[in-house]
């Protein structure tokens, strides 16, 4: 082999086993499972609903966060709560979660629905979840402020922390009033 041809394989080699690296993703809850262990035994009605250009702007300046999609997807709980079934980006790959609220406009819970990265999953741990619990809109939900990061998940962590923040910001603006 000429040292050409030596230099292109080692050249190559590193893209390569970079291209032909697997893929991870995991399913963790459909979306009735999630909707069953958030309202259990209520019936969970869809409700269309289309953010205005004047609510996008409200809810990014409310919520310092980016509105991404006008188009929601919620459901209203017979008992009053509301379920909402969103995605945020992870570090390459969307995060799909959901956030039950309650009538009075705090967080119930949050279950991660599909989680494809590679890295950060820890974000499941239902103790980190937990810290969400009780949340309003105008709650800072920052890293390290108000919400503990996860070694090795810091951007999961983050971009669910600000898909949260901008879904209270939603419901209080959109939904609640």
């Not at 990014?60 to 709560?81: D, F, I, M, T, Y």
């Not at 079934?85 to 995060?95: A, M, P, S, T, Y």
């Not at 590679?118 to 939900?141: D, M, V």
């Amino acid at each position: 082999m000429n040292l050409k041809a030596r230099y292109q394989v080692i050249w190559l080699a590193p893209i390569a086993a970079a291209v032909a690296a697997p893929a991870y993703a995991a399913t963790y809850m459909t979306v009735s499972q999630a909707q069953q262990a958030m309202f259990a035994g209520q019936t969970l009605t869809a409700v269309p609903l289309t953010l205005s250009k004047q609510q996008i702007k409200d809810i990014e300046k409310g919520g310092n966060v980016r509105v991404r999609e006008p188009q929601l997807k919620l459901w209203r709980a017979s008992g009053g709560g509301w379920f909402y079934l969103d995605q945020v980006l992870g570090k390459h790959e969307f995060i799909t979660y959901a956030v039950a609220i309650n009538a009075d406009g705090s967080v119930r819970s949050i279950e991660i629905l599909d989680y494809r990265e590679t890295y950060g999953s820890e974000i499941r741990n239902p103790k980190w979840r937990a810290q969400f619990e009780g949340k309003r809109a105008g709650a800072p939900l920052k890293l390290e402020g108000d919400i503990v990061n996860l070694s090795g998940a810091t951007l999961s962590c983050r971009h669910i922390a600000d898909g949260v923040r901008r879904l209270l910001h939603t419901h209080a603006i959109a939904v609640a009033r």
